[in-house]
T-cell receptor
């Protein structure tokens, strides 16, 4: 079956530090990959996505590249801010008519001034 | 205008009660979902409807029953609430497959 594995948190960084949150997946076929962000007390928002191999998704300074050879979709940001503190979820849709998103367990990021 | 709205946002109720959470989307999407997020933030799909038809029905107790009066609404009714039902329930919607799924702000259910 499909699965998403992302690094355990929590992750604590100082402002302006470099961020990497690792995400690897297992899926048949050609999945689409997503990063969602959940700010405290709020619902999930799409951060970025990539629908095919070698695509790079980017938004708000965050980037992730769909690497089929390593089945990975790591999230990166060059300089984090306090306002980036949130829980980040990697997810996949396996395609082939599937309506389901499979989520990783989430990684909590805390950015301190 | 909120794209996916769900009510109530907070719900505290006693064991054994029956409660409903309502969800509406104004995005014109054909597919709606209910997800459950536990205390460890783990998200798991419960149900999905496409054009008012049930298409995903994960292993959840029969006490949980979704109802879709039209494709813009997907309500969740829970009978005989148990302590373990305490969680955040998210409604969501999407258009094509695969596509971005848009989430509501969540309904925090606490069973005491």
């Amino acid at each position: 079956g499909n699965s998403v594995t992302q690094m355990e948190g929590p992750v604590t960084l100082s402002e302006e530090a470099f961020l990497t949150i690792n995400c690897t997946y297992t899926a048949t076929g050609y999945p689409s990959l997503f990063w969602y962000v959940q700010y405290p007390g709020e619902g999930l928002q799409l951060l970025l996505k990539a629908t095919k191999a070698d695509d790079k998704g980017s938004n708000k300074g965050f980037e992730a590249t769909y690497r089929k050879e390593t089945t990975s979709f790591h999230l990166e940001k060059g300089s984090v801010q306090v306002s980036d503190s949130a829980v980040y979820f990697c997810a996949l849709n396996s395609g082939a008519g599937s309506y389901q998103l499979t989520f990783g367990k989430g990684t909590k990021l805390s950015v301190i001034p | 205008d909120t794209a996916v709205s769900q009510t109530p946002k907070y719900l505290v109720t006693q064991m054994g009660n029956d409660k409903s959470i309502k969800c509406e989307q104004n995005l014109g999407h054909d597919t709606m979902y209910w997800y459950k997020q536990d205390s460890k933030k783990f998200l798991k799909i419960m149900f999905s409807y496409n054009n008012k038809e049930l298409i995903i029905n994960e292993t959840v107790p029969n006490r949980f029953s979704p109802k879709s009066p039209d494709k813009a609404h997907l309500n969740l009714h829970i009978n005989s609430l148990e302590l373990g039902d305490s969680a955040v329930y998210f409604c969501a919607s999407s258009q094509e497959v695969p596509s971005t799924i848009y989430f509501g702000e969540g309904s925090w259910l606490t069973v005491v």
